[in-house]
């Protein structure tokens, strides 16, 4: 009986999700409802993410980015009130990974959930109400979260302008920018320019506008990426929605076998 329990999937699976609930009862237990309240907050953050925004390639990159931007937020909140956020939140998202991520059900109970693009037939990608809404939601939370840092002492103010600046730069980038060459490009001296942005902004105490800009640069960058109407609604724009050629498959030729020796024909003689 118990070697039947080892070799099934469903106990190393419950093992693993265990394992970061019996580290936040362990670490947390002193504060039991911010420990429960904020991993229920972080498990369910990974449940959708594996399970349903997957669906979109984009938000699922984004969004998996912008769980170490909450954290961030969460731990500036915990210095502040003194509620544990950040630790109870990243094991409930790795519980929530856990079991959002795999079938537990059906014929392919205990396989990985992998997500298929589906093409069009001129070689595009499909759309959709539930893509568009997962799109919207993602971009709805990124805009919503850093309004937390209001508690930190940031003003209405800079946290609107940055979010606005932040939203108009990661839009325009996706749906302007055709060329992923350029857009790579332009994303990498992004990265090296935030480290300065950051140090001059330190001196100028406007390194809460930086960082919540970076919240709604992310939030742009789904809004942009996507068509809002017409027939293409829901489908990602270019350059992750181009046409691809298709590869022709190459009708093999039939091998001829030249014999070096031609064989002697014996005459039939009457």
Not at 85 to 109: D, Q, T
Not at 166 to 177: D, E, K, N, S
Not at 179 to 189: G, N
Not at 191 to 218: E, N
Request: a positive charge; hydrophobic letters at 50%.
């Amino acid at each position: 009986m118990l070697r039947k329990w080892v070799n099934d999937w469903r106990f190393t699976r419950v093992l693993t999700i265990v394992a970061p609930v019996a580290m936040t009862v362990w670490f947390f237990g002193g504060a039991p409802g911010p420990a429960v309240g904020f991993f229920a907050l972080g498990a369910s953050y990974g449940v959708l993410l594996f399970r349903v925004v997957s669906l979109s390639v984009r938000a699922s990159m984004v969004m998996g980015g912008a769980f170490t931007l909450i954290l961030i937020v969460m731990l500036r909140m915990e210095d502040i009130s003194g509620i544990p956020m950040e630790g109870p939140a990243l094991m409930g998202f790795i519980a929530g990974g856990i079991a959002g991520g795999h079938r537990w059900s059906g014929k392919k109970a205990g396989s990985e959930i992998r997500r298929k693009r589906e093409r069009t037939a001129d070689g595009g990608y499909t759309g959709g109400w539930q893509l568009a809404l997962i799109n919207a939601a993602s971009a709805a939370v990124l805009l919503g979260a850093p309004t937390a840092m209001l508690l930190d002492g940031v003003t209405v103010q800079t946290l609107a302008v940055s979010l606005a600046i932040g939203f108009v730069g990661g839009w325009a980038l996706v749906r302007f920018v055709k060329s992923f060459q350029t857009r790579f490009i332009i994303l990498i001296a992004m990265f090296f320019a935030f480290i300065p942005a950051l140090i001059l902004a330190g001196f100028i105490s406007y390194v809460d506008a930086v960082f919540t800009g970076l919240f709604g640069f992310l939030a742009g960058s789904l809004i942009g990426g996507r068509y809002w109407w017409g027939p293409r609604f829901g489908a990602p724009r270019p350059p992750f929605a181009g046409k691809t050629k298709r590869r022709r498959k190459r009708k093999r030729k039939a091998k001829t076998t030249s014999s070096k020796c031609p064989v002697e024909l014996s005459k039939v003689t009457a």
